[in-house]
């Protein structure tokens, strides 16, 4: 048998959801943005140190930068696993939308008319 209109249930919630979808990655992408900033923040501060490790040793600032670095790199993994997040919402979403998309499309099939069965 044909699914006929019960398709077009399926394709509106693909349809739907297409636009929930955008919005979580445009608040990743801005996650993303800041996640950068606090790297480079990481990257200048451990660049900075490198290139004056004698300076560092001699006067026994190791710990002072050490420390710095620790304190960029907390802040960094901060929006990491934040981006990672909206990463993980996005990948779920992307994987579950046909999914909830057929299954709607089926339910609606089987609701409209007592007789339509869904056999395996």
Not at 3 to 16: E, Q, R, W
Not at 30 to 59: G, Y
Request: glycine share 4%; proline share 3%; hydrophobic share 50%.
């Amino acid at each position: 048998a044909v699914l006929g209109p019960a398709t077009l249930v399926g394709m509106v919630s693909m349809f739907l959801l297409v636009p929930l979808v955008k919005m979580v990655v445009e608040k990743m992408m801005s996650v993303r943005k800041q996640r950068a900033v606090h790297t480079d923040r990481r990257v200048d501060t451990t660049t900075a140190m490198l290139q004056a490790i004698r300076f560092c040793k001699l006067n026994h600032y190791e710990q002072k930068f050490l420390d710095r670095v620790i304190d960029a790199r907390r802040k960094e993994m901060k929006w990491v696993k934040k981006e990672l997040r909206y990463m993980g919402l996005t990948l779920a979403m992307a994987v579950l939308t046909p999914v909830v998309a057929s299954a709607l499309t089926f339910i609606t099939y089987a609701l409209i008319n007592g007789g339509n069965v869904l056999t395996p």
